[in-house]
């Protein structure tokens, strides 16, 4: 037996035999009970400290256990806008078997540390499909980029996107109207159409989709992903390594 189902057991003795006269008796506990009680209750946890922090660690497992549940019913009851929003941008293998999804934010330091690591997932995998959904949390900056990189790919084409995409994540200092206008002539697309577009209601109603969408998945910060397909999936909250992404593509697939 290990020590924590030893620690249950005694701490149950303890309320056995505080609950058989309050039972009986069908009264309170008294102040000397409850006295009692909790000084059998410190007196154990003093000779076992380390029952303390087994119960912080089952605690949390409990808690991401329920999580993970309350998570997994969420991506099943919105999958279609998920992995099918008709309004994101695709890539990876069009065809996969799985679907990454990612609500990413350009100023977001851990988005970018993610990228090189979704790029040696999709890679190594070879049969994943990749969504990427823009999710300008951060401030005015990160809004004003992603509503370029959405009036990027309305007004030119999905490999245009991509390369805005790969750009923006690496970009140094203030995004201004100038950086829009050298990047949109860098991609050769018309600046003046690009810029104009920014703030059209078809770029403000793919940015508020997502919000909406990210609201309902509970989703508050970036990266974070979801895998899977229109069965389901998995929601994954953070930064996530390669190999971490590879191990969850084979526990999906099953």
Avoid at 156 to 164: D, H, I, P, T
Wanted: net charge negative; charged share 25%; hydrophobic share 45%.
């Amino acid at each position: 037996m290990t020590r924590l189902p030893l620690a249950v057991a005694a701490l149950a003795a303890a309320l056995h035999l505080t609950a058989a006269p309050l039972a009986a008796q069908t009264m309170p506990m008294t102040d000397e009970e409850r006295a009692a009680f909790g000084a059998n209750v410190r007196a154990y946890l003093m000779e076992n400290p380390e029952v303390i922090f087994e119960a912080v660690a089952e605690f949390e497992r409990r808690t991401a256990e329920a999580q993970s549940g309350m998570d997994a019913t969420l991506v099943e009851i919105n999958a279609e806008e998920i992995f099918a929003d008709g309004h994101s941008w695709v890539g990876g293998n069009l065809d996969g078997d799985l679907t990454l999804v990612e609500f990413m934010d350009y100023r977001c330091s851990f988005c970018r540390r993610a990228q090189p690591q979704m790029a040696e997932f999709l890679a190594a995998d070879g049969n994943v499909r990749l969504i990427i959904k823009e999710f300008p949390i951060l401030g005015p900056q990160s809004e004003v980029m992603s509503r370029f990189a959405v009036a990027t790919q309305q007004r030119g084409s999905a490999e245009q996107y991509e390369q805005a995409h790969d750009r923006l994540m690496a970009w140094e200092g203030d995004f201004t109207e100038t950086s829009a206008r050298l990047l949109a002539d860098e991609l050769g697309l018309d600046a003046e159409d690009v810029i104009g577009h920014m703030n059209s209601d078809d770029v403000s109603a793919v940015l508020q989709a997502n919000r909406e969408l990210a609201q309902r998945l509970q989703i508050s910060g970036t990266p974070t992903f979801v895998m899977g397909g229109l069965e389901g999936g998995e929601l994954l909250r953070g930064y996530m390594p390669a190999d971490e992404m590879q191990g969850i593509a084979a526990r999906l697939r099953g």
